[in-house]
């Protein structure tokens, strides 16, 4: 399966800052997938980024707040804008491979954000 | 959309205990995965099951997908084994994974 480098692991941000989360696959994937834990929650989807196209967004979920870029097909980031408390979550970005041996979504290792 | 519930919510168990999580689903689906998330946060894979019955060491699973409902088998537990067990569905017609609502598991030396 794909190996998906995510980063930073953790950061503490100032409220009405801006935090840019980076997610890098080893391989080449068709399709690539931004997530949003909040404490005690499961995981929502946040918007599926597209190569050479703006991400679909999640109904909730909008560009402003979220931008999303995945200039190729090996690499995304979200930007999580304008920062409150009630951004404090973990992050993960996940990736849907093309190849024919494919054995199931496989996910980066998550950002913790806080919000303070 | 597709509704994915998880039973029980938590679970306590003794070092040595086995268990059993259930993943209840309310539409066909095109893929189903269990997944363990560490206390760091870390999404694990442990098993691609859209349908049938897979073993990995200690744990097993068995997905009955006309029937809308997967298990998962924890034998023999080990204080490792705590954390959250999410099973998560792709809903036919797209590509998006859909996550249920989660078994905090805690096992007790």
């Known amino acids: 399966s794909a190996v998906i480098s995510q980063k930073p692991s953790r950061d503490i941000c100032q409220r009405g800052t801006s935090l840019t989360i980076q997610c890098q696959v080893d391989?080449?994937?068709?399709?690539m997938f931004w997530y949003r834990q909040q404490p005690g929650q499961s995981l929502t989807l946040i918007a599926t980024?597209?190569?050479?196209?703006?991400?679909?967004?999640e109904s909730g979920f909008v560009i402003d707040k979220f931008p999303i870029s995945r200039p190729n097909l090996t690499f995304s980031t979200l930007t999580v804008s304008n920062l409150s408390p009630e951004d404090s979550s973990i992050y993960l970005c996940s990736d849907r491979p093309g190849r024919p041996d494919f054995t199931g979504y496989t996910f980066g290792s998550g950002t913790r954000l806080t919000v303070v | 959309g597709i509704q994915v519930e998880q039973s029980p919510p938590d679970l306590i168990l003794q070092e040595g205990a086995n268990s059993t999580l259930r993943c209840n689903f309310s539409?066909?689906?095109?893929?189903l995965q269990w997944f363990h998330q560490n206390p760091w946060g870390q999404l694990i894979n442990l098993f691609y099951?859209?349908?049938g019955t897979k073993q990995n060491g200690r744990l097993s699973a068995t997905t009955v997908a006309t029937e809308r409902y997967s298990l998962l088998y924890i034998s023999s537990s080990q204080t490792t084994d705590s954390g959250v067990y999410f099973c998560a569905v792709v809903w036919k017609g797209n590509e998006k994974l859909t996550f249920g609502t989660g078994t905090r598991l805690t096992i007790i030396p």
């Open positions: 980024a597209n190569q050479g196209s703006e991400a679909t967004y």
């Open positions: 539409d066909s689906v095109n893929n």
């Open positions: 391989s080449q994937v068709t399709m």
């Open positions: 099951i859209p349908s």
